[in-house]
């Protein structure tokens, strides 16, 4: 455990309760803990949720930086787009519980499909390994 606490930079907080690190620094504590029993498969459901924006890109970080160092298979949940670690290669996009996409991001986030699921009022940006839904520009009168 001590090696992970080290390599997610967690160490200082080793000796703090668990209650009193802030909300991300708990996540990275979760991920150490997790890291530590050697797994072969890690599942994430929704590990940003209710983050600030900059513990939210730490996070990204962290599961990018684990993926990278450990080849790790990681399975992540998440309805944010932004959330995707750049070596996030493969998705399923689920509507109503099928499968209703599958592939690369880019391959995915069609400009059909955000419409179709949606709406017409967002489009999918994909740059630097990273995606966002983000609204359309409308033309103003």
Not at 6 to 15: E, K, M, S, W
Not at 34 to 46: G, N, W
Not at 100 to 110: D, H, L, M, N, W
Request: with cysteine.
């Amino acid at each position: 455990m001590d090696t992970w606490l080290d390599r997610l930079g967690l160490t200082p907080l080793a000796q703090r309760p668990f209650s009193q690190i802030s909300g991300g620094e708990q996540r990275k504590t979760i991920l150490a803990r997790a890291m530590a029993q050697e797994p072969e498969l890690l599942l994430l459901d929704e590990p940003t949720a209710n983050l600030d924006l900059g513990w939210r890109e730490r996070l990204v970080e962290t599961i990018e930086s684990l993926f990278v160092q450990t080849r790790l298979t990681v399975v992540l949940v998440c309805h944010e787009l932004e959330v995707l670690p750049p070596a996030c290669r493969h998705v399923w996009l689920l509507d109503a519980g099928r499968v209703a996409a599958s592939g690369s991001p880019e391959t995915v986030f069609t400009p059909e499909r955000v419409a179709t699921l949606y709406g017409d009022t967002l489009q999918a940006l994909h740059g630097n390994g990273r995606h966002a839904l983000v609204p359309r520009r409308t033309a103003h009168a």
